[in-house]
């Protein structure tokens, strides 16, 4: 394993208030992933980085933002959440040289 | 875009009977695949990964995947299932286009193995 580590692992939060999930690696990996995985959607890609300060968009991006300002920290943050927001979010690494893709062990996020 | 399809959400079988979980993928060039395992509240694992040479890839915990060009497939298999596999699993496809090849899922299927 990539050596993930997401915080905070659960989340409750009010509708319209902002929410920061942090994704921290210790591999040194150059490209970093969101993604958030819904009953019958499987997981879909949010956000990813491949470098710091250099995000993209992925399918499911309306309504968050990334940042990236160092190697190891990829910040997700929901602006003003709703409650289609609520979800399992996970964070996802994998090095320049590697296929694979690792995975963190998810952020439980409600929004009630 | 590439897609990928796991037209079964669930697949039951018995402890030492083989199991066969199915996926379908499209894309418009080479593909590489994946399968990943999810155990409740866990992150996704990797079990394995097909990216070229031969068909048959073996995994982790006794998995194996044939890749089938022709079919478009890459179900993944184990000859001999047992209790602890029940899990559920998603199948992969990378897009190899861009600089930060994105993992495409499929919905996921729910492995249950009975005594």
């Known amino acids: 394993d990539a050596g993930i580590t997401q915080s905070p692992r659960h989340k409750v939060t009010e509708t319209g208030t902002p929410v920061t999930l942090r994704c921290h690696q210790t591999?040194?990996?150059?490209?970093m992933y969101w993604y958030r995985q819904d009953p019958g959607h499987g997981l879909r890609l949010i956000h990813y980085?491949?470098?710091?300060?250099?995000?993209d968009k992925g399918e499911v991006s309306d309504g968050y933002s990334v940042s990236r300002s160092k190697t190891e920290d990829f910040l997700l943050t929901l602006e003003s959440a709703t409650s289609s927001q609520t979800s399992v979010y996970f964070c996802?690494?994998?090095?320049?040289?590697?296929?694979?893709?690792?995975f963190g062990e998810g952020s439980w996020l409600t929004v009630v | 875009a590439q897609s990928v399809a796991q037209p079964e959400d669930q697949v039951n079988v018995a402890e030492g009977n083989p199991l066969t979980v199915k996926c379908t993928y499209s894309?418009?060039?080479?593909?590489?695949l994946f399968w990943y395992v999810q155990y409740p509240n866990r992150g996704l694992q990797f079990l394995l990964k097909?990216?070229?040479?031969?068909?048959l890839v073996k995994g982790s915990y006794g998995f194996e995947a044939e890749f089938n060009k022709s079919q478009t497939s890459f179900h993944l298999k184990k000859p001999s299932a047992l209790v602890s596999d029940s899990a559920l699993y998603f199948c992969?496809?990378?897009?190899?286009?861009?600089?930060?090849?994105?993992?495409?899922f499929g919905t996921g299927t729910r492995l249950q193995v009975t005594l």
């Open positions: 996802a690494t994998r090095d320049s040289s590697g296929n694979t893709i690792y």
């Open positions: 591999e040194n990996h150059r490209y």
């Open positions: 980085s491949y470098g710091v300060k250099d995000t």
């Open positions: 894309v418009s060039g080479n593909p590489y």
């Open positions: 097909y990216i070229t040479g031969d068909n």
């Open positions: 992969a496809v990378r897009d190899i286009t861009g600089t930060a090849s994105k993992l495409t």
